[in-house]
């Protein structure tokens, strides 16, 4: 099956090797590679265009889109289902909500619309370009890939400080206050994300499943492992974070992988996530992936009240309604 793969924050530390990996073992599919800064003046986006040299013959494109903007993300789906629908792109056969945000050093961060940063970044808006495309893949389906992390089940990843849950009042999330933890509260934020892009994608798949038209397209949402390589672990986090990245998690990797099988690199992660993106690992499953194993997410993401909660207030906060949804009758 060919078609087009979208993948968000396509210049990141896994997105590169991920890229490199899908089009050179998927050459016949077009990739929409989306990044917060398209020059070349960013030296990430630039190492990405060089990827992509090595494949002339490749069908590539790499457009600009700050997930922070829902007005953007917004703007961005209409853009892309115009072109499958006029036919300049082929409909699409996989989404991969790859992008992501954290701040553990400063104080929250909002965007025009108020919103925490984290929460938009991580989970709004990938639940808006994700619902606005569902009616822009072909007939033969497809897969949305989500990300979730270690960070989502309580007590599984040594930075947190505060265990990560969906409150009661959930529109709190998408506010945040100044803290003297910033690395506690910071994390916090990003791990209540993953859980709730964990708990919406099992809601998703129960919306796909039920539908005559979309029931081919099937979402898995996987914790990729943790990246000793990545540069996230340099972006936005403590001096110690960094210094530990340099001096134990990479050098040692092969030896603490033997205790922590969840340390990888990022050029092993590329390959299951193209993979799974692609229909290759698991075809037409659904559901929560390790790295490539089936194992039980937390007990709070499988309480199906709760994801419907989230599923309700995302379509909410994502601006979604029954007139820009292909899943139309549950919002």
């Known amino acids: 099956m060919t078609g087009t793969i979208l993948i968000t924050g396509a210049n990141g530390s896994l997105a590169i090797p991920a890229v490199q990996y899908l089009l050179s073992k998927y050459p016949d599919h077009t990739a929409v590679l989306t990044v917060r800064n398209a020059e070349d003046t960013d030296t990430n986006t630039k190492r990405l265009r060089e990827t992509i040299a090595d494949f002339p013959k490749a069908q ?68 808006a370009l994700v619902l606005r ?36 009042d959930i529109d709190s999330m998408l506010k945040a206050s100044p803290d003297a933890d910033k690395l506690g509260r910071g994390f916090n934020r990003y791990a209540n994300s993953k859980l709730a892009i964990l708990m919406w994608g099992y809601a998703l798949n129960r919306y796909l499943e039920k539908n005559e038209g979309l029931n081919k397209i099937t979402a898995i949402v996987i914790d990729p492992g943790n990246m000793t390589d990545s540069r996230a672990l340099r972006t936005n986090t403590p001096l110690f974070v960094r210094l530990v990245q340099k001096f134990a998690l990479q050098p040692l990797r092969p030896l603490l992988r033997l205790r922590d099988p969840s340390l990888r690199t990022t050029d092993e992660a590329a390959v299951d996530v193209i ?57």
């Not at 389906?141 to 009661?168: A, M, Q």
């Not at 037409?284 to 993401?301: A, F, I, T, V």
Request: glycine share 8%; proline share 6%.
């Open 60 to 127: 590539t494109s790499i457009r600009q889109l700050d997930l922070a903007k829902l007005t953007a993300v917004h703007d961005f789906a209409d853009t892309v289902s115009r072109e499958i629908s006029e036919k300049k792109l082929p409909p699409l056969a996989g989404i991969v909500c790859n992008a992501f945000y954290w701040n553990l050093t400063r104080d929250p961060e909002f965007n025009s619309e108020g919103v925490e940063t984290t929460i938009q970044v991580n989970h709004i808006s990938h639940v």
């Open 275 to 331: 993979d799974v993106a692609m229909n290759k690992a698991y075809p037409g499953e659904r559901g929560y992936l390790n790295q490539l194993k089936r194992e039980s997410s937390s007990p709070d993401s499988l309480d199906e009240d709760e994801q419907q909660k989230v599923w309700v207030k995302s379509a909410e906060w994502a601006k979604i309604s029954k007139e820009n949804t292909a899943l139309a009758e549950n919002i």
């Open 133 to 168: 495309l569902l009616g822009s893949f072909g007939p033969e389906g497809g897969r949305v890939l989500l990300f979730t992390s270690d960070g989502h089940y309580p007590g599984r990843n040594g930075l947190e400080k505060y265990p990560p849950g969906i409150p009661d």
